[in-house]
């Protein structure tokens, strides 16, 4: 198991501007998830992409991943107020999940 | 589905005691997992099961701490005696086929020892 490192820690922007978040990671993977946490809530399930995949998308969400840089990012476009939350990357190699500290994103109205 | 189901949400109690914290799974999730949050350490792994057989436990702090699912609807996590140190937000989640499936997380006990 290994720990993915989001970067930023932290991040302020602006109702409508675009937010990227990164993940780094040390050792090869399977897979690589990535979940949002709002405050006082549990983690939820943003989207999940393969080590064969490099881009993904969801709604606002796109995430891509580089297996040769051990990275992936997580872009939110037109993002909303209620988008304000934690997000973290999860990488799987094994059999379990280790989060990282992740990102705490606010977003101003 | 009601999806993950901890109880109880919040708790205080004084260093010494007793402390058991309940989980309710999705129904028919295979897969059962404890974490711990704190702003020091963030999320940690404590322990998960799979088809009610703790699989790996490594990420349990002590002897303090234990975790038992008797039956695939239902988990605990009992802390004794517990100490200030363990306060923290406990989550509950479930998955169908383990880590490599969509987590689904509860809400959380959020646990305060004085």
């Known amino acids: 198991s290994q720990q993915g490192e989001e970067d930023p820690q932290a991040l302020s922007i602006q109702e409508g501007e675009n937010a990227t978040m990164n993940c780094s990671y040390k050792?090869?993977?399977?897979?690589l998830q990535w979940y949002r946490q709002n405050s006082g809530r549990g983690l939820v399930h943003l989207i999940l992409i393969r080590s064969n995949e490099r881009e993904k998308h969801s709604g606002r969400l796109r995430v891509t991943l580089d297996t040769s840089k051990k990275s992936s990012s997580l872009l939110i476009t037109a993002s909303r107020a209620a988008d304000t939350a934690s997000y973290f990357c999860a990488p799987l190699n094994t059999d379990k999940l280790i989060f990282g500290t992740g990102t705490r994103l606010q977003v101003f109205p | 589905d009601a999806g993950v189901i901890q109880s109880p949400r919040h708790e205080v109690t004084e260093m010494g005691q007793e402390v058991t914290l309940r989980c309710k799974p999705i129904?028919?999730?295979?897969?059962l997992f404890w974490y711990r949050q704190t702003m020091m350490r963030g999320l940690e792994l404590l322990i998960y099961f799979n088809n009610n057989v703790p699989i790996d436990d490594s990420g349990m702090p002590e002897d303090r701490f234990s975790a038992k699912m008797p039956n695939a609807s239902f988990s605990t996590l009992k802390i004794q005696p517990s100490e200030p140190r363990d306060s923290a937000v406990y989550f509950c989640?479930?998955?169908?086929?383990?880590?490599?499936?969509?987590?689904?997380f509860g809400e959380g006990s959020w646990l305060t020892v004085v």
């Open positions: 129904s028919g999730h295979d897969y």
């Open positions: 989640a479930s998955s169908l086929s383990g880590a490599a499936d969509t987590i689904y």
């Open positions: 050792t090869s993977i399977n897979n």
